[in-house]
């Protein structure tokens, strides 16, 4: 990865203030790193070259004369493609979907363009976001930047290898049970998955308020300055969360005399040993920084996890997406999708009452549990990714760590905590509702004592031809 690929957003910035650098050649960079990169991995699966490059040089002359738009003005960021990007399809990973051009941008995605982003591709995700792989009958089979044999994770792991091999330096994702913060554990990134309601999520919102928007990066700091974009109120609008969305306030402020509850293994999940280890070594770097560290249990999910919890996500599934697809259509569908699908259809009213009961005493028990601790930490995911192509049995159901999170509204993030049997691991920061400021300080305060993790490790180009410069 070059430097100019390799640096984080604050670098970029102060070079294109000081016209070291400008945003035209920095996405020329990115694009000529997809093109070499892409068809090893498959992680971005549209591209709008001109438009990006035309943004880029609007950008360009802004920053010549001394007046940028925004945070994130000349940064590229790419979109999972289960995000509205005007000028780009929205295809879901589905042969079901249209292939039209999206007139407008998602709300989130707005946000972005008005600070001055490049939003110049769309990520490859699972076909409508179903599982913690990234494989789909429209755009095949997506693979880990560390080793091609294996799964980045889902159902965002386009925008984790994107990010992982320098195909520009932010992703807008999606997590509806771990969709940010898995692919992010097994790619080497950060991801943020933050409060329900603090990111806009637009029409494609849910009501059951499951699945929110959030950014992936390479670093802590990357990521609470994306999030402080898509968070800023704008136009008078009115937050469902009114509290400061400004998250590079206070981020190297340290976990000194917090409250910090560690649960190695929750619900009694087996976490594999190497993983396990690694969570521990970073626990006990954070215990260093002066947290108040106590190994504890999460009695409140002990019996959550299961029939209660997939009874809200298979329902939500097939009444947002499965029911829009004519029966007809029902055989494009991964068959993956199309279990998930029928399954929804099986629940009932008293089934899906009682799972919404038992999510109700989970989120007030998690509540109680935040009246002790500032913050949980625990394990990303139990074990290290699968090989490709496929999902085992074993990992067909939501996944344990991360998706109660979504159940309950909490803010949570991935931060990579290890390289056990050479492929990277996360250790997941978890808080209260709203505490998506505290996280970030303390996923940084981590990060900054951990050091620089490696870059995703280096593949094969044999097959590649460089793509040579752009002009």
């Given at each position: 990865?070059?430097?100019?690929?390799?640096?984080?957003?604050?670098?970029?910035?102060?070079?294109?203030?000081?016209?070291?650098?400008?945003?035209v050649e920095v996405m020329c960079a990115v694009l000529d790193q997809v093109a070499r990169f892409n068809p090893l991995v498959n992680g971005v699966c549209g591209l709008d070259e001109d438009g990006a490059l035309a943004a880029a040089r609007e950008s360009e002359r802004r920053w010549m004369r001394g007046d940028p738009c925004g945070l994130l003005d000349g940064v590229p960021i790419s979109v999972k493609d289960l995000v509205a990007v005007r000028g780009l399809p929205t295809r879901h990973g589905s042969l079901t979907s249209l292939a039209a051009a999206e007139r407008e941008d998602a709300p989130a995605?707005?946000?972005l363009r008005r600070s001055g982003a490049l939003l110049f591709g769309k990520t490859t995700t699972s076909e409508f976001g179903n599982k913690i792989v990234t494989d789909s009958p429209l755009t095949g089979i997506t693979r880990n930047p560390w080793d091609r044999r294996l799964s980045p994770g889902g159902s965002s792991g386009g925008s984790a290898v994107a990010v992982a091999l320098g195909m520009g330096p932010l992703s807008l994702a999606t997590d509806g049970g771990g969709s940010i913060r898995v692919p992010s554990c097994w790619s080497g990134v950060v991801g943020m998955k933050p409060s329900f309601a603090r990111v806009p999520v637009g029409a494609a919102g849910n009501w059951t308020a499951l699945s929110t928007l959030g950014p992936m990066a390479r670093t802590v700091s990357d990521a609470a300055l994306m999030l402080t974009v898509l968070a800023r109120k704008?136009?008078?609008?009115?937050?469902?969360?009114?509290?400061?969305?400004?998250?590079r306030a206070g981020p190297d402020d340290g976990v000194a005399g917090?409250?910090?509850?560690?649960?190695?293994a929750p619900a009694g999940v087996r976490v594999d040993p190497v993983i396990a280890d690694s969570v521990r070594q970073a626990v006990g770097l954070i215990e260093a920084l002066g947290a108040q560290v106590e190994e504890t249990e999460l009695k409140p999910l002990e019996g959550y996890l299961g029939s209660g919890m997939h009874a809200i996500q298979w329902s939500v599934f097939f009444a947002q997406h499965a029911r829009q697809v004519h029966r007809s259509a029902w055989t494009q569908l991964d068959p993956d999708v199309r279990s998930l699908a029928e399954a929804g259809a099986r629940i009932d009213v008293a089934t899906f009452t009682d799972a919404l009961k038992a999510r109700h005493a989970l989120t007030v028990a998690m509540t109680a549990f935040f009246d002790d601790y500032d913050l949980l930490v625990t394990p990303t995911f139990h074990c290290g990714p699968p090989r490709v192509p496929g999902l085992p049995e074993d990992l067909r159901t939501a996944p344990p760590l991360t998706s109660w999170c979504n159940q309950t509204g909490l803010p949570a993030a991935s931060v990579p905590c290890g390289l056990p049997g050479g492929l990277p691991t996360g250790l997941q920061f978890i808080g209260p509702s709203g505490a998506d400021a505290l996280i970030l300080r303390a996923a940084r305060a981590y990060e900054s004592a951990r050091g620089a993790f490696p870059a995703a490790g280096q593949l094969g180009q044999d097959s590649i031809t460089d793509a040579g410069a752009r002009t």
């Open positions: 990865m070059s430097d100019v690929l390799g640096m984080q957003v604050h670098q970029l910035m102060d070079c294109y203030r000081h016209r070291k650098l400008s945003p995605v707005a946000r704008q136009d008078g609008a009115q937050s469902a969360i009114e509290l400061p969305s400004d998250f917090l409250r910090v509850a560690y649960c190695p």
